[in-house]
């Protein structure tokens, strides 16, 4: 016999009436000796199943009972189990061995607590309970309470009764069918089955006048199948128990079920959990994990000397959610609780670890981008504060710079005013004479505006050098431009202090990207400092060089002078703000010259040439490179 024919048979045993459900009230007390007798050891629990353990009905059950007493009384407990195998070995002989046997087994370790699966079982116990069990608390547990009756158990027998409604069943398919107007039943032709068939015609009488309502009984499994496959859409088919059909062929209810749904035109409902799978939509039914709790409850208390009485264990509504999506059912007419099976999950409960994950990896990064976009913005806000700091300071040391030049650049005003004032008076004097030579007065007015074109020119120079800058005024220019309109505007300034200027005459052209009059100003300030180096040491050789180039593809100018140079140790310090070692000096205009510099991606760098003096290198780079410092 196959495990699902057992299942079955746990199943379906005391069925007969069952739908006519009453609670037993009768508690019994149990001996005080059995919570005693177990004060000094584990309490011992002896399970009996019916048949072996390939019985899945019972399996389950047996399961869920060990492990609740497991869990609640924290692993002290003594569990046995037995298994009478009573399909394989129904005869009698079997039976009336296996209870002397089992008495002597049980001779050292009487079981405080005998559980008995299944009818068969509890048949089994009750009569050898004196000889195997004495003094033990009997449970049964597996069928209804009419089955307990017409077993006539002992009063003292605690059981956990399963009892199949096949009302709930039929009310369950009425909410998800409201529109069905016909109503069949199926059952099959065994002493079981027409008991089945008997029992839901009283349960469901009233149920079935608000349809046309039809038995289909009596009939071979083919014309089941026939049957089923033509019956209105607007159906709902009840299916009961086909243990046998009215050719007398045995079948394992389910399976039988299982062909008649396949080809079924309507949505067939019933009452047993091992229908699931097996084409059924569900029903109402007592799960056995679900009965095995329940008997657990029972045994715990029992160990603990409580009053115990019979319990109905737990109905549930268990339904196959494929079978639902078959038949366009919706699971919101479900009742509530309802177990589903099959059910394909949603995204969110499929997938939720990923996309929890997913979504806290897009959060850390959101916050690292928000961080980032902050400090960004911070850092773009500090810079363009500093970058309002080297404004002022450029624009602080080029008046510094205008200022320290300003009695050359008078000086330097002074000749082209001069000569225009004596060009002036010249020409007034030729007017005055009787035949003024226009020619030569042509020549003098001309030398005039020249003369008045240098002074507007020297002053332009200075008006350049005083520019207030609020921003950056970036432009393409030649280098070379930049140290020559450097080198006009400290000429007047060398030729006062008797220094000569040497510039090497441009061979290419440098263009850089950059504010011309910031460049300007380095020149100027590497210049001034030359000049002073010069006048510092004192001697006769008096020369300032300037020269252009390119440096590893980059833009360079170096200034030279004949002054002592800077000593080694220094060579570091001397970009250092406030660095100086001059009475007047403010030590800035080193740092200020690389600040600037270095905003346009460039380097500066202090050397002292092998000859004596020293050499300043500017290096920028050229247009359309990218710089150093960017
Ligand atoms: P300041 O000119 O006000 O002292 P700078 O920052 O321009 O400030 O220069 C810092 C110091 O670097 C100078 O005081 C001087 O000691 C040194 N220095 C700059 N240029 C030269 C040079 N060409 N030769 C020797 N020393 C120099």
């Known amino acids: 016999m196959s495990s699902g024919k057992l299942s079955d048979r746990f199943d379906y045993a005391g069925l007969l009436l069952a739908v006519t459900m009453f609670t037993a009230s009768n508690f019994h007390a149990i001996a005080a000796d059995t919570s005693s007798a177990t004060a000094d050891r584990a309490p011992r629990i002896l399970i009996v199943y019916p048949y072996d353990e390939r019985l899945v009905a019972t399996t389950i059950a047996g399961e869920a009972l060990r492990n609740r007493l497991i869990q609640a009384t924290d692993s002290k407990i003594d569990v046995f189990s037995e298994f009478l195998d009573l399909s394989r070995f129904p005869e009698a002989d079997h039976v009336t061995r296996m209870g002397p046997f089992l008495a002597e087994k049980y001779a050292t370790r009487r079981p405080d607590v005998v559980v008995a699966l299944g009818e068969e079982s509890a048949s089994f116990i009750t009569k050898y309970r004196a000889t195997i069990a004495p003094g033990a608390t009997i449970v049964t547990a597996g069928f209804g309470n009419p089955t307990a009756q017409s077993n006539d158990l002992p009063d003292d027998v605690i059981s956990a009764f399963s009892a199949y409604d096949i009302l709930k069943t039929a009310e369950m398919a009425r909410n998800l069918q409201p529109k069905a107007r016909h109503l069949y039943i199926i059952g099959g032709s065994s002493d079981f089955d027409r008991g089945w068939l008997a029992a839901a015609r009283f349960t469901l009488g009233d149920f079935s006048r608000s349809y046309e309502t039809t038995y289909l009984e009596d009939l071979t499994i083919e014309e089941f199948v026939d049957r089923a496959a033509h019956i209105p859409s607007d159906s709902i088919i009840l299916a009961l128990t086909v243990f046998k059909d009215r050719a007398g062929r045995n079948f394992i209810p389910r399976e039988a079920i299982r062909q008649i749904a396949a080809t079924a035109s309507a949505p067939i409902y019933g009452p047993y959990q091992t229908y699931i799978g097996y084409g059924v939509v569900g029903g109402n039914t007592v799960p056995f994990d679900t009965l ?227 460049v300007q100003q380095v020149v100027l300030n590497l210049a001034t400092n030359a000049m002073d180096a010069i006048l510092d040491a004192g001697s006769s050789k008096r020369t300032l060089t300037f020269a252009t180039g390119l440096t590893n593809q980059k833009a360079a100018l170096c200034v030279a002078d004949t002054g002592n140079g800077i000593p080694e140790e220094r060579l570091s310090r001397v970009f250092d703000p406030f660095y100086t070692t001059k009475q007047a000096g403010t030590g800035l205009g080193l740092s200020i010259a690389r600040a600037i510099i270095e905003t346009y991606g460039g380097t500066i760098a202090a050397y002292n040439r092998p000859e004596g003096g020293a050499i300043f290198r500017v290096v920028l780079p050229l247009a359309g490179q990218k710089g150093e410092g960017s």
């Open 292 to 518: 095995g709790r329940t008997v657990g409850n029972l045994v715990i208390d029992v160990i603990a000397g409580k009053q115990v009485a019979d319990v109905d264990a737990p109905q549930t509504y268990i339904v196959d959610a494929r079978q639902l999506r078959r038949w366009g059912l919706s699971d919101r007419d479900l009742p509530t609780g309802t177990l589903q099976v099959n059910r394909e999950k949603g995204f969110w409960e499929e997938h939720w670890l990923v996309a929890m994950g997913a979504l806290a990896v897009l959060l850390i990064q959101a916050g690292v981008i928000s961080i980032l976009l902050f400090e960004r913005r911070r850092r773009q806000r500090a810079e363009s504060r500093s970058l309002l700091h080297l404004l002022e300071a450029v624009h602080l040391n080029q008046s510094a710079t205008a200022g320290a030049l300003s009695s050359s650049i008078a000086h330097e005003l002074n000749q082209p005013l001069s000569a225009i004032r004596s060009n002036a008076e010249a020409a007034s004097e030729l007017l005055r004479s009787e035949n003024p030579d226009l020619q030569l007065i042509q020549q003098i007015l001309q030398d005039i505006q020249e003369d008045d074109q240098r002074a507007s020119d020297i002053i332009g120079r200075m008006r350049g050098l005083l520019k207030k800058r609020s921003e950056i005024e970036w432009q393409e220019f030649d280098l070379n431009e930049v140290m020559s309109s450097a080198i006009r505007i400290i000429k007047g300034e060398a030729e006062r202090r008797g220094i000569t200027l040497n510039t090497t005459e441009p061979t290419i052209e440098l263009p850089v990207r950059a504010d011309k009059v910031h």
